[in-house]
């Protein structure tokens, strides 16, 4: 599809849009499966029809928590953020986007991303404990144009979600809703401390509409505020206080640790999420990233069971909770395992240096020297896409992490350079304190594999292509070759 012949469909789509939103409060169940049928025709070759089956299952039963969910988000989030979102994330990411990553994944023999992460700057008002961002330099920075030129070659592949990391990203808040301005077909999110969202910034927020917050917060004051600071707990409450008054849509983003995981998951912190608003969580398990990380964070294998149990217990139909809550480990099964490498994403850190991982601090690239794609076919990012899945046990995606002799391998064998912006840390190192995880981790993560059942995400694999069918069929014929020497 032509840009023109995108405008045009994003124009017609938008107005229709704008009319169900305007009236949905008449019958706002039914405006909602009119907002449905219209996705599923615009868009039912790209996905399952399970997925749109489970969606009409939700819209037809009005005691449904996800049902109800989708009410109260028309009810307090702004028409015009909604509108654009469903434009924006519906259209021109869900659907042209993800045919034109498909498309030119196929084209070029390569990871093409969905998503992009960016540092905008290194700087942060806060010194988080356990944040590898905390000892970082504080006076690198992205460039506008730079981070303009991102967006603009991440587009004309297809990529359409950007997403803001740190440091803290709300620094250059000015920039970041200049690039929101920009590129108001994109959807943008910062994951950020929330202590500099004022009420202007909120109006901002609201005024462009395709930019969404995750502010970081981890269970209880006490404990929140131990790692970030004093005070910082009732900052961030506040800053939700001001996103909901504005009718911004913004959710959370939680690191849980062997010490805070059952505070973050308690009825009492998800009730009080509710409350604020807030209509989704991120989840990430603790990395053991930088030369003073403690592997002994980690959460347990009891913990990581108990979260993949948890996390599906909320987004379940029986759960009563008002967002949606996604655990960036556990939920691997929904998207083929690691989505990193350029995969489904890839990160691009305040240097300019182009990640595999916003947690894999590695590369061979950057975006001051090297074209995106450029960096799409080295090595390192190459070796991602021939080796993805790491684990056919999408519980055990990650190749530092729960498959650390992967990464080893990956990073010595394209001569990768650590990118730490505070002490390089060897990628040896770096494994060795994942070793002892990944190995307790392998059997609890083989017996609930085996004993659950499982989506079949839509993924596009090298190893199901034709050139990695070939490769494979000749890497089967030397082993039996060498066999028979034997």
């Known amino acids: 599809m032509s840009e023109i012949d995108h405008g045009i469909q994003r124009a017609a789509f938008g107005a229709a849009i704008e009319q169900v939103l305007k009236y949905i409060n008449k019958d706002p169940a039914e405006k909602m499966k009119k907002i449905l049928r219209m996705a599923k025709r615009l868009m039912g070759n790209m996905f399952p029809d399970s997925g749109f089956a489970i969606m009409q299952q939700i819209l037809d039963d009005p005691n449904n928590p996800w049902n109800r969910f989708l009410l109260r988000a028309l009810e307090e989030v ?8 469903v434009l924006n994330f519906g259209l021109s990411a869900g659907y042209y986007g993800t045919k ?52 603009r070659q991440g587009k004309a592949l297809g990529a359409y979600f950007y997403m803001f990391t740190g440091g803290e990203p709300l620094i250059r808040k000015d920039d970041l809703i ?36 995750a502010l970081s917060i981890e269970g209880k004051e ?11 707990y009732q900052k961030v409450l506040s800053a939700m206080d001001l996103l ?27 009730d009080l999420m509710e409350e604020k608003g807030v209509r989704y969580a991120w989840y990430f398990n603790f990395m053991p990233v930088g030369k003073n990380a403690v592997p002994e964070l980690i959460p347990t294998p009891d913990q990581r069971e108990y979260m993949y149990h948890w996390i ?58 090297d074209t995106l794609l450029e960096a799409l076919k080295k090595p390192l990012f190459m070796a991602y896409y021939h080796n993805q899945p790491f684990n056919d046990n999408h519980l055990r995606p990650c190749p530092m992490l729960e498959n ?6 990956m990073v010595h064998e394209t001569g990768a350079k650590s990118t730490d912006l505070a002490a390089p840390e ?61």
């Open 426 to 486: 060897d990628v040896d190192d770096l494994c060795a304190k994942c070793d002892a995880f990944a190995q307790e981790w392998a059997p609890r993560a083989k017996q609930i594999w085996e004993s659950t059942p499982h989506t079949k995400p839509m993924t596009q694999y090298y190893r199901d292509t034709p050139e990695g069918q070939a490769e494979i069929a000749r890497l089967a014929a030397k082993q039996r070759e060498e066999a028979q020497k034997k």
């Open 78 to 85: 702004d028409p015009a953020i909604l509108k654009r979102i």
């Open 404 to 409: 650390p002799d992967m990464l080893r391998r």
């Open 312 to 369: 599906h217990k909320v987004r379940s139909l029986e759960s009563d909770r008002g967002f949606f809550a996604v655990d960036f480990q556990d939920d691997g099964e929904y998207v083929g395992g690691c989505i990193a490498g350029g995969r489904n994403y890839f990160h691009i850190n305040s240097a300019g240096d182009i990640e595999p991982c916003v947690f894999i601090h590695y590369s061979d690239s950057n975006i001051r020297t």
């Open 178 to 213: 200049r690039l929101c301005e920009k590129h108001s077909d994109c959807v943008f999110l910062a994951f950020t401390n929330g202590t500099l969202v004022d009420e202007q910034f909120c109006r901002e927020l609201r005024r462009v509409g395709n930019f969404t917050l």
């Open 100 to 151: 034109a990553v498909r498309a030119n994944r196929e084209k070029y023999k390569s990871n093409i991303p969905f998503i992009i992460l960016m540092d905008p700057t290194s700087s942060c008002n806060l010194k988080c404990k356990g944040c590898w961002a905390s000892e970082y330099d504080r006076k690198l920075n992205l460039t506008f144009d730079e981070m303009d030129s991102v967006i």
């Open 244 to 270: 909901k008054r504005e009718r911004c849509l913004f959710g959370i983003s939680v690191c849980y640790t062997r010490e805070n995981v059952m505070s973050v998951t308690s009825d009492e912190f998800m």
């Open 222 to 232: 006490a404990s929140n505020d131990a790692r970030r600071g004093n005070g910082v």
